[in-house]
């Protein structure tokens, strides 16, 4: 039999109402396995670690980090690891543990649910036992398990707050379907990570925009605060911004003069940003500006965060944002930009 490590940190998956209605809030997962799930037992030698227990709207830097050590000290005694999370920043920590962990040979998948797992009509059982059976698998990647459907984590979107296939990946293939058997696309497994090893920290010195029609782009006052090392600003389809406002373009110029470092991202999830297309898009690239070409806003959000924290030089920083860490952006297509 496998042996598996399951992390337990939070979600919906095991919480419980406080009273007879909502809000949810966290319960005792152990017990709560124990009872609706033995069966799991059937699947691998399970040792169950709890190092917190939240809604992942709690869940950020430092637990990425706890989670990234966690998972480099144990790993070597385990064949998978799974870990169940909260569905709502699920993306973030899958994303951020897919930079970090740059030498996994071994399945990390993150699950979690719509419902809790005591409830009767509740996706925590079968999502479980699916990230189980693909965490005994030879599948060298950080996966989100939801539904029917192993995705790559960085590649993924929470797109539902009430489906069960509550996960989406916009720009990449899934990496195995799971029905009556379990199917692995294996062309579609990460063959080449980045060669860099980064040390895991997260400067969260970086301001988010979405450009909105009718709407001034921000108050001109934030890039006055001189430790902001970069603006990431959502537009329009593949990058376009309003030019007949001209606040947008002056603003990028404003942030590039400062070493800010603009990145240009899209309402739209699939495709890819591409500034060269209109000249709407141009006028932000000849401002300074670079494009978040097939990233989800999420990969791309947590890959500057980990750079920044890695590089000092906003140069690099672009370098090395332009490059793939863990297949977390289609290198080949071609683009203007
Ligand atoms: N609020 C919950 C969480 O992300 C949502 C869920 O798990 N379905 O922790």
Known sequence: MKNLLLIHTGGTFGMRASGEQPPLVPGNLENDIEQYSPIINKIANIDIQIPFNLDSSDIGPDEWILLSKMISEKIDSFDGVVIIHGTDTLVFTATALSYLLTDLRKPVILTGSQRPIFEVRSDARNNLISALELASMEIPEVGICFGNRLLRGNR???????????????????????????????NNILRRRGSVRFVPGFDSKIVCLNAVPGLEPIDKNLLTDDSIRALVIRGFGAGNLPLKNTDWISLIEQATRKNILVVIGSYSSHGRVDLGLYANGRAALDAGAISMMDMTLEAAL?????????????????KMFLQPVAGEMTVEAESHA
Do not use: C, T
């Open 156 to 186: 993924s979107r929470k797109k539902s707050i009430e489906s069960f296939q509550s996960f989406e990946s916009p720009n990449y293939p899934p990496l195995a379907s799971v029905g009556m058997n379990i199917d692995i696309h294996y």
């Open 302 to 318: 947590v890959k500057l965060m980990l750079l920044q924290a890695n590089f000092e030089d906003v140069d690099e920083v672009k």
